[in-house]
């Protein structure tokens, strides 16, 4: 398995990376076709955030999946060892459902409603201003993978725009995906309306998804 170890505001230590080969045999034993985990580490320079200065981020790539991590600590091995601990319990519900995937069995579903929200009315949709700078980071065709970046005009925003090739999925599917990443968030096309859809955390036990389609198609149906 290869891994990547990157520093941003920091340094790399020897040391770190020592730890942090002695103790990648808990991801190859959990998920043996894991190719690739990249590991960054990021320094926070504010002195009042000194309890959380040092963030651990872990992304594995296991077939098509991708299963991310993230803590934060005072320094640098103990904001390691708490992401690899949330790393292997996302890497252990995946071996899991594939499992249940071989042996015929639905994956239990999340004990959660999801409340789908209301797709507003074109009338209610204040139109933005155009911005032709910022319709350049669209304007041409990027294959699987690619990633094009543009500054809008004389501001410091830059925009990135990246092509993601994914099946479409159910509602469950995309919560599961958002767990195993950790991420507030995951966009997907739902398999049932064949809709561009994003799930969302809410607060506490609760979610939310939106779908997008156009007025002709919605007016069509």
Do not use: C
Request: glycine share 6%; hydrophobic share 35%.
């Amino acid at each position: 398995m290869e891994i990547v170890i990157t520093g941003r505001h920091t340094q790399i230590k020897q040391r770190f990376r020592d730890v942090v080969e002695s103790k990648m045999n808990r991801v190859t034993a959990i998920a043996p076709d894991a190719q690739r985990i990249q590991v960054k580490l990021t320094h926070e320079g504010n002195p009042r955030q000194a309890d959380s200065a040092q963030r651990v981020e872990l992304t594995v790539q296991a077939g098509k999946t991708v299963i991310r991590a993230e803590a934060s600590s005072a320094d640098e091995f103990s904001a390691f060892d708490m992401a690899i601990d949330k790393l292997t319990q996302r890497l252990r519900r995946a071996r899991d459902r594939r499992k249940d995937h071989r042996r015929g069995l639905d994956h239990a579903p999340l004990p959660l409603e999801v409340p789908l929200a209301e797709t507003p009315r074109p009338e209610d949709v204040a139109a933005p201003e155009p911005d032709n700078s910022a319709q350049d980071a669209v304007a041409s065709d990027l294959g699987p993978g690619e990633a094009v970046e543009v500054q809008v005009g004389d501001t410091p925003i830059v925009i990135r725009r990246k092509l993601h090739i994914a099946e479409p999925m159910s509602i469950d599917e995309a919560l599961y995906e958002m767990e195993l990443i950790g991420h507030d968030f995951f966009l997907f096309v739902n398999k049932e309306t064949n809709r561009p859809s994003v799930v969302y955390r809410r607060h506490g036990w609760s979610y939310g998804v939106f779908e997008i389609d156009t007025p002709e198609h919605v007016g069509g149906e």
